[in-house]
């Protein structure tokens, strides 16, 4: 599908890779571009239409859904991260529980919303935010990291299941990313405005699975095989 045109919604486009995706969407030649945020208040970017969105609350998904009934691409960014010890520190299942409300539950209360209102607009298309550490866990980021793997599998599924409607779904892996969620990690990251232009070529170039960087890319190249990355993967991983 192309942007230009589009009618788009971006959850969690307050700040971060969010906001890039709602202003590169409407450089891009959007029609209408959704920003939705827990705090619409006082937010103000030309061009942007705020509206507000919690995607771990049904009735404020379902709101936003019936307000922006002509949307034809759905941004399923909203995410939240934390660094812990690792799969056995005590509170591993109660952080993984609230990464999966945000990271996977989201993804999947967002797209059985707009999922009706893509089909009867035509098909449209649905990108999911996910990340490099689907495929690649390590200690610290051991809940965030088990919230994106099931969010990939739960994309894969949403991808055969809207088939019908011609609804195009893509996964989006990505490693480090300059914005709040990764402040206080000295490691090389990508500018969000890029990241959303590379994912947004892969929309319209009617791509399933946009692979960001080369770090990812060399990720995914090697699950398959006998030394996979994430069985011992570098440092600076
Ligand atoms: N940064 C990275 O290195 C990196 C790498 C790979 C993938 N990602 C993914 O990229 C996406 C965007 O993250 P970011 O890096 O831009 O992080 P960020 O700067 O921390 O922004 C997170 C955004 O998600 C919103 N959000 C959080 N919980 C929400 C909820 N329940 N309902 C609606 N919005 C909610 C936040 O809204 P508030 O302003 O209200 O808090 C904010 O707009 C996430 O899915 C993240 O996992 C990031």
């Known amino acids: 599908m192309n942007i230009s045109g589009s009618v788009v919604f971006v959850t969690g486009a307050s700040r971060g890779l969010g906001l890039a ?3 590169v969407a409407l450089a891009l030649g959007a029609s209408k571009v959704y920003a939705g945020m827990r705090n619409p208040a006082g937010f103000d970017v030309p061009g942007l ?3 507000h969105i919690d995607v771990t609350d049904d009735v404020s998904v379902a709101s936003a859904a019936s307000k922006c009934a002509d949307t034809t691409l759905l941004v399923n960014n909203a ?5 812990h010890e690792g799969a056995l520190d005590k509170g591993m299942i109660d952080l993984t529980r609230r990464m999966m409300e945000t990271n996977c539950y989201g993804i999947v209360r967002a ?3 707009f999922a009706p209102i893509l089909a009867a607009n035509g098909g449209g298309a649905i990108v ?3 990340s490099d550490v689907a495929w690649l866990s390590v200690p610290m980021l051991a809940a965030y990291a088990a919230s994106k793997s099931a969010a990939w599998s739960v994309t894969n599924a949403l ?3 809207v088939k019908g409607s011609n609804t195009q779904v893509v996964g989006v892996h990505v490693g480090f990313i300059d914005t709040d969620l990764v402040r206080g990690f000295d490691v090389q990251k990508s500018d969000p405005l890029d990241v959303a232009r590379t994912v947004y ?5 009617g791509e399933l699975e946009v692979l960001v960087d080369e770090k990812t890319r060399y990720i995914k190249s090697t699950l398959s095989l006998p030394d996979a990355v994430y069985f011992n993967p570098p440092a600076s991983a």
């Open 21 to 23: 995706f709602a202003k």
């Open 159 to 161: 991808r055969l299941g």
């Open 79 to 83: 995410g939240i991260g934390e660094v």
């Open 111 to 113: 797209s059985q919303a």
């Open 49 to 51: 239409i705020p509206v």
């Open 201 to 205: 070529a892969g929309v319209e170039a």
């Open 128 to 130: 999911n935010v996910l």
